[in-house]
């Protein structure tokens, strides 16, 4: 049975953990842009 972890993503450590998109190439556009919709919804409260 495999073992999952749930991580919490937060500003931190986006980088680190990803949330997968695109996730080998982080220089596309949709990729930036994500990420940068994620650091602002996290200051909203996104968990």
Do not use: A, D, H, Q
Request: proline residues 4%; negative net charge; glycine residues 8%.
């Amino acid at each position: 049975m495999e073992i999952i972890e749930m991580v919490e993503l937060n500003e931190e450590n986006l980088i680190e953990e990803g949330c997968y998109c695109l996730r080998s190439k982080p220089k596309p556009t949709g990729y930036i842009n994500k990420n940068n919709w994620l650091k602002g919804s996290f200051n909203e409260g996104l968990k």
